[in-house]
């Protein structure tokens, strides 16, 4: 798969997620966040191949700079231990971010790991005075002077970038331990779903993990809503014909009875008509 790596030119809240980061070739978050004029493309299988594309033996020797397999074990466990300095965007599947294990090191190799680092230290310290020193200079010193102090300063800087990228990690199984939870927490997978796929929350479906079928949600974890495009297409459309008016038909108004005729008769033929009334009944 091809990735992208920017970086270790990074903004402050950028570094905090690490000092590289990873996307899938073409993402469009790259020219949306980041401003790297020369980023890095490459073909990974796994996460260690970013690792060896910046600091293993593709990108110049810095493993063997470091010790090689007397400081770090092997190949791979120095490529696993370089995985904490990178971030892996969730546009990758799990699959391709999920480091294998590394191997332990031997007593060998941590005593020369911490030569390593000792000599890291003195350098460091030799670049921190001379910065100190450049600092120093007054704005009315002699140019020459403060040309010196600058080239000083930006060769301390040099030494500290380099040192920083060839230093040996602390507890290595520890840390791929950790980048491997990294990578599992990258992916959201529910019910039985594979890697790369989502379950939509509607439809109960396993569907790809992509932008055409979920729409994008930045609160979520692998930044995609829960349920897919197709079911909340499906939602929209039944909440806009339920806010639609229903036609009411008319009711007919009751129909007036017809008024009883006005009795005229008089008193007199009331009671004679009641009584012959009663006479009928007793035959």
Avoid: W
Avoid at 93 to 115: D, F, S, Y
Avoid at 183 to 203: D, E, M, R
Wanted: contains cysteine; aromatic residues 4%; glycine residues 6%.
């Amino acid at each position: 798969m091809q990735v992208t790596i920017l970086g270790p030119n990074l903004d402050t809240k950028q570094q905090k997620l690490g000092t590289f980061h990873v996307h899938r070739a073409g993402c469009a978050d790259i020219a949306r966040r980041y401003n790297d004029p020369d980023p890095l493309t490459i073909e990974m299988k796994q996460a260690t191949d970013a690792a060896d594309a910046v600091y293993g033996p593709s990108a110049g020797g810095f493993y063997q700079e470091s010790g090689g397999d007397k400081a770090h074990g092997s190949l791979q466990n120095y490529l696993s231990e370089c995985l904490t300095d990178f971030y892996f965007a969730p546009c990758l599947p799990a699959q391709n971010i999920a480091p294998k294990e590394a191997t332990p090191m031997t007593k060998t190799a941590k005593k020369a790991q911490e030569q390593i680092a000792a000599e890291r230290e003195t350098k460091l310290a030799a670049a921190r005075a001379e910065i100190a020193a450049a600092e120093v200079v007054e704005a009315g010193a002699p140019k020459a002077k403060q040309v010196k102090a600058v080239k000083v300063a930006q060769a301390a800087k040099l030494v500290e970038t380099v040192a920083a990228v060839t230093a040996p990690k602390a507890q290595p199984a520890k840390a791929t331990k950790a980048a491997a939870a990294k990578a599992v927490k990258l992916t959201v997978v529910q019910g039985t779903a594979a890697a790369g796929t989502k379950v939509c929350s509607k439809c109960k479906v396993a569907k790809p993990l992509n932008a055409e079928t979920f729409a994008r949600d930045k609160s979520s974890k692998d930044g995609f809503y829960g349920q897919c495009k197709s079911c909340e297409a499906e939602y929209r459309a039944a909440k806009k014909l339920a806010a639609q008016p229903v036609a009411v038909a008319a009711t007919p108004a009751p129909k007036k009875g017809k008024k009883a005729k006005k009795d005229t008769r008089t008193h007199a033929e009331r009671v004679d008509a009641a009584l012959e009334r009663k006479a009928a009944a007793k035959k």
